[in-house]
């Protein structure tokens, strides 16, 4: 009886296995040198030479290797049709850091602008584990009950060790996210501070373009100073939890008092008297601040995402508020600093881009680095020694 079986071999042995197969004799089948003469009935390594590897002929034409190539007019047009794969693809692209990517990205932008804005934008903030997820999760799903398609822009905060991002955000809102009439796009905040990301802005324009009416921003877990988000949104919700510490902040300036309404979220079970009496305590802090949109006194409220209570008493202070601030024409006013906020915010981009993608600049900064690092040249120096290698250039 003859057993097949395959062995380890060394370096030699392998160099012999590679002589048969290059070389061949005829033989399809051979025994290598090394193998049990004595023993060759009973046990056998056998070797199989490899047949010789055929180039194949490319015959894809320039059309099909050119298919992924972005195309924005098509792109535009799926964007309009409502279609979600587009609109990721293009807030992907607007995202990219990619030089390629910028023109297009230009572009696609100016062609979607005029059918944006059509959206009432929201923004959600609030300290780590308030539970922002799961409250966005239930009030989303009882947003669409009315009728409504929701985009949610989750902001994931960053490492700044290894900058990568887990954008765990879908995961945390399974039953939102199996919705038809619900977008969740996380994105990583990428080093930028203020909660939210360097091109927020430009995915909230691609939503409204792609048709959903309320947007929902939600920011990374925050502190009192991370208040950029404002500068994006119609109304600007905080959530809080009882029992945090975060009663003795009422009468802070900062994140506090550009609020519109306060959520003393997960107000259940043995939290939900410590939420109702913190709520009462910020009710009376209130009135020693002075309120982010005039003649409008941010509410206090309670709930529990978890149970779905309170859920319908925000959405209605949100409908409350942007029909209050479009009769003060509010509203508008804001909308058009937003856009300021928006050119100002590019510029500093623009500027940052073109500044590190300059080649003097990338020629002269490694040996400027080690000049600073070596203790050669102080930061001021090298600051002044760079923008002058920029602008002369």
Known sequence: MTILSFAKVSTKQLKTITSIMENGSGNKYKNPEWHDEKNKD?????????????????????????????????????????????LARAITL???????????????????????????????????????????EALGLYLISLGHKIAVLAV???????????????????????????????????????GVTRKSR?????????????????????????????????FFLLLMVAGTGDD???????????????????????????SEISAEEF??????????????????????????????????????????SKEKGIFDKRRKEQTLDWVYSTIENELKRRFYSSPAVRENLPKIKEDILSGRMPAVEAVEKLLKVYFNN
């Open 42 to 86: 009973k046990f056998a390594v056998k070797i199989v030479a490899a047949e010789p590897v055929k180039k194949s002929v490319d015959k894809t034409g320039p059309a099909e290797k050119n298919s992924r190539e972005i195309k924005i007019d098509e792109l535009v047009k799926k964007i309009l049709d409502r279609d979600r794969a587009a």
């Open 94 to 136: 607007v995202e990219s850091n990619s030089e390629q990517h910028y023109e297009k990205s230009k572009q696609l932008l100016e062609k979607i602008l005029p059918y944006s804005g059509n959206s009432i934008r929201i923004g959600i903030s609030g300290i780590p584990g308030a539970g922002k997820s799961t409250l966005i």
């Open 156 to 194: 994931d905060p960053s490492s700044s060790i290894t900058k990568g991002s887990i954008l765990g955000d879908k995961t945390r809102m399974e039953r939102l996210s199996r919705e038809p009439n619900c977008f969740i796009r996380p994105s990583p905040a990428g080093g930028t501070l203020g």
């Open 202 to 234: 430009e995915t909230m324009a691609l939503c409204e373009a792609a048709g959903y009416d309320v947007i929902i921003v939600e920011t990374v877990g925050v502190g009192q100073s991370e208040i950029a988000v404002r500068s994006m949104v119609d």
């Open 248 to 274: 003795l902040q009422g009468i802070k300036k900062g994140i506090v008092e550009i609020s519109d309404a306060l959520v003393f979220n997960k107000a259940d079970g043995e939290n939900q008297t410590r």
């Open 283 to 324: 009710k009376n802090a209130l009135h020693f601040l002075r309120p982010y949109t005039e003649g409008w006194k941010p509410k206090v409220l309670t709930a529990s995402a978890l149970n779905n209570e309170g859920i319908e008493e925000i959405w209605n202070t949100i409908e409350t508020f942007v029909k209050y």
